[in-house]
């Protein structure tokens, strides 16, 4: 049972952020802001866009003609950072919409499913690029190692301003983030590059462009697996990767007059919004409007989260015994099927 499953009952039980009795538990916002999207925000992207795509349009022509592959790889790789940040742009209109109808909390996490495509088209087109990789290493084209050096060389350059563009907008999103850490990722593959280009050109040995484009493989297989991995965490509402649900509730039980924390819930609406939710008990003279205060401002300072949702009761109150009618139930057994660890004074039942 979780802290949403109980029925609203006296004035023991309190929410939080100033929503105190009513019976029921509330969500505190304490002042934080949900939107990662602000004007500035969508022009640098958009710069940033703008100088990826109109480069890797060229370097796509240019890679044909040399007949490199790691100038087509580094292409590819170009092509998902386009997407990454036309996903990032999107994401921001859709999550500075206000929470309306079924969606309570907005569209907080379109830039999660964002990420989660950006990731996936990184893994997918890095198996791709590999297998080309390695069927050149065995039978390697003749490569201009001149023009792939001093497109190389642009590359870079492009990549350092694009970098720059994004570095000014607001990377707390997953979204923005997974786009700066794709162009990164970029520049040292252009690096590489480069000096396979100045291989070819200095020594004749042709290999090296396919082992350039295996080192792009290898950093866009990094970078999609992160995205991938986080990106998954919060679809699957995973506790924020720095927080230990069994921490946290030992702490709020450490706080007297508390005795019990049960239904401790630990997610991410979206990148930088945590959120919890738990049932706690506290001893039969203890203020439990105090405790809800209290207990805010520990998490808040503490662990960052300031989104929560607290019911606070006395632990005797029979009025929260959930059973079937007789059935004897003790004050440590308060709810019948408390999801996750019990936490209570003295040793914790983990």
Same mark, same amino acid.
């Given at each position: 049972?979780?802290?949403?499953?109980?029925?609203? /009952?006296?004035?023991?039980?309190?929410?939080?952020?100033?929503?105190?009795?009513?019976?029921?538990?509330?969500?505190?916002?304490?002042?934080?802001?949900?939107?990662?999207?602000?004007?500035?925000?969508?022009?640098?992207?958009?710069?940033?866009?703008?100088?990826?795509?109109?480069?890797?349009?060229?370097? +796509?022509?240019?890679?044909?003609?040399? /007949?490199?592959?790691?100038?087509?790889?580094?292409?590819?790789?170009?092509?998902?950072?386009?997407?990454?940040?036309?996903?990032?742009?999107?994401?921001?209109?859709?999550?500075?919409?206000?929470?309306?109808?079924?969606?309570?909390?907005?569209?907080?996490?379109?830039?999660?499913?964002?990420?989660?495509?950006?990731?996936?088209?990184?893994?997918?087109?890095?198996?791709?690029?590999?297998?080309?990789?390695?069927?050149?290493?065995?039978?390697?084209?003749?490569?201009?190692?001149?023009?792939?050096?001093?497109?190389?060389?642009?590359?870079?350059?492009?990549?350092?301003?694009?970098?720059?563009?994004?570095?000014?907008?607001?990377?707390?999103?997953?979204?923005?983030?997974?786009?700066? =850490? #794709?162009?990164?990722?970029?520049?040292?593959?252009?690096?590489?590059?480069?000096?396979?280009?100045?291989?070819?050109?200095?020594?004749?040995?042709?290999?090296?462009?396919?082992?350039?484009?295996?080192? +792009?493989? +290898?950093?866009?297989?990094?970078?999609?697996?992160?995205?991938?991995?986080?990106?998954?965490?919060?679809?699957?509402?995973?506790?924020?990767?720095?927080?230990?649900?069994?921490?946290?509730?030992?702490?709020?039980?450490? =706080?007297?007059?508390?005795?019990?924390? /049960?239904?401790?819930?630990?997610?991410?609406?979206?990148?930088?919004?945590?959120?919890?939710?738990?049932?706690?008990?506290?001893?039969?003279?203890?203020?439990? #409007?105090?405790?809800?205060?209290?207990?805010?401002?520990?998490?808040?300072?503490?662990?960052?989260?300031?989104?929560?949702?607290?019911?606070?009761?006395?632990?005797?109150?029979?009025?929260?015994?959930?059973?079937?009618?007789?059935?004897?139930?003790?004050?440590?057994?308060?709810?019948?099927?408390?999801?996750?660890? +019990? /936490?209570? =004074?003295?040793?914790?039942?983990?």
């Amino acid at each position: 049972m979780s802290a949403h499953d109980h029925a609203p /009952h006296d004035h023991d039980t309190i929410g939080t952020a100033g929503h105190e009795g009513h019976g029921h538990a509330g969500h505190g916002h304490a002042g934080h802001s949900h939107g990662v999207a602000a004007d500035a925000d969508r022009r640098w992207l958009g710069i940033a866009l703008g100088l990826i795509t109109g480069f890797m349009a060229i370097e +796509v022509v240019i890679g044909v003609l040399a /007949h490199s592959l790691a100038l087509i790889s580094d292409a590819a790789h170009m092509l998902t950072d386009a997407v990454s940040i036309v996903l990032a742009l999107i994401a921001m209109r859709l999550a500075a919409r206000p929470a309306r109808g079924g969606f309570t909390y907005g569209l907080k996490r379109a830039e999660i499913l964002s990420a989660q495509a950006n990731g996936l088209t990184l893994l997918l087109l890095a198996v791709w690029l590999a297998y080309e990789a390695v069927r050149r290493l065995l039978d390697p084209p003749p490569v201009e190692g001149g023009l792939v050096l001093v497109t190389a060389l642009a590359g870079i350059v492009v990549n350092i301003a694009a970098a720059w563009c994004i570095s000014k907008a607001n990377r707390t999103s997953l979204a923005v983030e997974g786009a700066y =850490q #794709h162009i990164l990722n970029d520049l040292f593959a252009f690096i590489g590059t480069a000096v396979a280009g100045l291989i070819v050109l200095t020594t004749g040995f042709r290999q090296a462009d396919s082992i350039a484009s295996l080192v +792009v493989v +290898v950093l866009m297989v990094k970078a999609g697996y992160g995205l991938v991995r986080e990106s998954g965490r919060i679809l699957l509402e995973a506790a924020p990767a720095h927080v230990d649900p069994d921490t946290v509730g030992d702490r709020l039980v450490g =706080q007297p007059p508390v005795t019990e924390v /049960h239904d401790l819930h630990i997610w991410t609406i979206t990148s930088g919004q945590a959120a919890l939710s738990a049932h706690v008990l506290v001893a039969p003279e203890g203020d439990c #409007h105090a405790v809800r205060r209290d207990l805010e401002a520990l998490l808040a300072k503490e662990y960052g989260i300031t989104h929560t949702t607290l019911q606070v009761d006395h632990a005797q109150d029979s009025l929260l015994t959930v059973g079937r009618p007789g059935e004897d139930r003790a004050a440590d057994t308060h709810c019948a099927d408390a999801h996750g660890p +019990v /936490h209570r =004074q003295g040793p914790h039942d983990h």
